[in-house]
């Protein structure tokens, strides 16, 4: 890792500093103790929870994550420990003195639910920001939050006076360049931290030619898209919302980053992080030091120090 003296991959989400710009999708490896304490002590620069609810959750049935060499579906329904869990942990966390933060992820499963979340962790000790999962797309009966534009501004007008942690939200993706617009200017009203973009790609279907089924159990087969599938549709979120959103709203990406060069180009559309979610259920744990090596390298080749050197400046023909 000789690159690593005069390479810095350290970066900001509102006030809150990275050591390093990449960690887990939430959903990847991040629901039990045992998870978030790897996380810690693995190359990731901050450590993200499974989406938690109020209660223990165990989730949709079985099978519901598959991969395949482009990437995965799943439907996994929330199967989260609870929020009494998460909250505990951030002392966990905190004691371990990884000098990298701890950022809990938040679907509540009503409106209620998430301000109860919300006011739950402001008095927790040791979180250092609050991701708002507005996008899940696998609970049977119930619509993506961010696909019904109102009711993500009644959401935020509930959560944002509460917030007293950096709170973001994570984003379903958009396809049409006036849901673009649309949702940045709602976004754009709310003291928010941080947008993550993109959660999977919802309601896709793999199947298996051969045993002539559905690969997954639940919703019959329909799940969430990630990997390679989904790159070029987060790198287009990313940026748009990079170019639409207020500069202090900082825009995290996620989808299909399984390589430096995948990193590099989520930051030059304007990331401020990346996230890691079907590439680290293959590689587990090792994929952070190994992304991180293979960006400092490209980095190097193109005489860039650190990310503000290039992010954000993707050039057009
Ligand atoms: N996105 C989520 O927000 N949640 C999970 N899957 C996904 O793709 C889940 O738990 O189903």
Do not use: W
Not at 35 to 58: C, H, I, N, P, Y
Not at 63 to 73: A, D, K, M, V
Not at 124 to 130: P, T
């Amino acid at each position: 890792m000789e690159n690593s003296t005069t390479v810095s991959l350290s970066t900001q989400i509102g006030r809150v500093a990275l050591p390093v710009c990449l960690y887990n999708a939430s959903g990847a490896r991040c629901t039990t103790a045992q998870d978030l304490l790897a996380l810690a002590q693995s190359g990731a620069g901050a450590v993200l929870s499974k989406s938690s609810t109020m209660q223990f959750r165990e989730g949709n049935p079985a099978p519901r994550y598959y991969e395949t060499t482009l990437g995965s579906i799943n439907s996994m329904g929330l199967p989260n420990l609870g929020h009494e869990f998460y909250g505990q942990h951030a002392q966990v966390h905190a004691a371990l003195q990884s000098g990298k933060p701890y950022i809990v992820s938040v679907s509540g499963l009503s409106l209620e639910e998430n301000v109860s979340l919300i006011g739950f962790y402001n008095e927790a000790a040791g979180i250092d920001a609050i991701e708002l999962n507005l996008s899940c797309p696998n609970l049977p009966g119930k619509p993506q939050t961010g696909y019904d534009f109102e009711q993500v501004q009644h959401v935020l007008d509930a959560v944002c006076p509460l917030a007293k942690q950096p709170l973001g939200v994570k984003l379903p993706p958009y396809f049409d360049i006036v849901h673009f617009e649309q949702m940045a200017a709602i976004l754009n009203r709310y003291p928010l931290a941080f947008v993550t973009c993109i959660n999977s790609v919802g309601n896709g279907l793999v199947i298996d030619a051969h045993t002539e089924t559905v690969v997954i159990k639940p919703k019959n087969g329909f799940g969430g898209l990630g990997g390679d599938y989904v790159k070029p549709t987060a790198l287009a979120n990313v940026h748009a919302f990079y170019r639409l959103l207020r500069p202090e709203i900082g825009v995290i990406g996620c989808g299909g980053v399984k390589t430096g060069q995948d990193a590099f180009e989520h930051i030059l559309c304007g990331a401020v992080a990346v996230q890691i979610g079907t590439q680290l259920m293959r590689e587990d744990m090792p994929v952070f030091a190994r992304i991180a090596y293979e960006l400092q390298t490209i980095m190097q080749q193109k005489g860039y120090t650190r990310l503000e050197d290039f992010r954000g400046k993707l050039r057009y023909l």
